[in-house]
C-alpha cells in the first residue's frame, strides 16, 4: 500500500483494544509520530506503549495497514477520519482486565481523619455553620420539635380510650369509631391516636410493625392524629357496606 502524506493537521479516530470490548473516539494531530502516539493511548487502553501493536482499519473496517515505524508521522499514514486504529496489547494482560473494577483497591480514611482535613465537604459545612452544624438553626428546629410534641400531648390527654368518636381527617369523609389507645408509638414519633371505626374503613387490625397496640378486627383499625379527632355522643352509622 502507498504511504502518502496529508495536509489536515488532525484527525478523528475509534480506538480499540485487545484488552477490552468497547472503542474510543479520539481526536490526535497527525503530526504526532508514532512512538509519541503510542505514549496518548496508553490513557485510553491502558497497555504500557512498548508493548504496543497498532493496526489501521478504514471507516468500513477494512484492514489497511500496520503502524509499525516508530519514527514515522501519524499523518504519513492512510489515517482519515472514522478510520479506526486497533491495538494488540503484548504485556501478558488478559481480555476485561482493566475493566473489572473490583480488583481495584479502594481508598479508605478513618473518621478521625477526616474529621481532621480542612478541604473536605464536613470541613466546609463546620465553617459555614450549615445543615447539621447550624447550632442556631438546629436549637431552633429542636425548639419547635418539642413544641408540636406538648401541644399534640394536650390535645391528646382531652380524648379518653373507649369514648366515642369522629375522625375528620382533611379531604376524607368523617368516619365514626371508638377510641382504643392514646400515647406515643414506635413505628412514628409524636402522641397517637388509635381508633377502632363501626367499619372497616381502616387499615390496619390495631398492630403495626408487629407491635399490637388495641384489638380490633383487620381493616377495622387506624392510627390518627389528635387533632383530627373529635370526642362526643357519634352513635354507630349505618355505611351500608354489607348491602349486596
Known sequence: MEVTGLSAPTVTVFISSSLNTFRSEKRYSRSLTIAEFKCKLELVVGSPASCME???????DK???????????LGSYPVDDGC????????????????????????QISRE?????????????????LGRYNEEERAQQEAEATQR????????????????????????????????YVGLTDFK?????????????????????????????????AFVKPSVVIVGDFPEEDYGLDEM
Open 189 to 221: 414519633p409524636g402522641y397517637w391516636i388509635g381508633v377502632r371505626y363501626d367499619e372497616p374503613l381502616g387499615k390496619n387490625d390495631g398492630s403495626v410493625n408487629g407491635k399490637r397496640y388495641f384489638e380490633c378486627q383487620a381493616k377495622y383499625g
Open 63 to 73: 484492514f489497511y495497514s500496520k503502524l509499525d515505524q516508530e519514527d514515522a508521522l
Open 149 to 180: 410534641l406538648n401541644e399534640e400531648k394536650t390535645q391528646a390527654s382531652a380524648i379518653p380510650v373507649g369514648s366515642r368518636c369522629e375522625v375528620r381527617a382533611p379531604g376524607q369523609p368523617p368516619r365514626r369509631g371508638t377510641v382504643m
Open 113 to 129: 481523619a477526616y474529621d481532621q482535613r480542612q478541604d473536605s465537604v464536613r470541613s466546609f459545612l463546620k465553617r459555614s455553620k
Open 84 to 107: 479506526r486504529i486497533h491495538v494488540i496489547d503484548h504485556s501478558g494482560a488478559r481480555l476485561g482486565e482493566y475493566e473489572d473494577v473490583s480488583k481495584v483497591e479502594k481508598y
Open 54 to 60: 497498532l493496526e489501521l482499519y478504514g471507516p468500513d
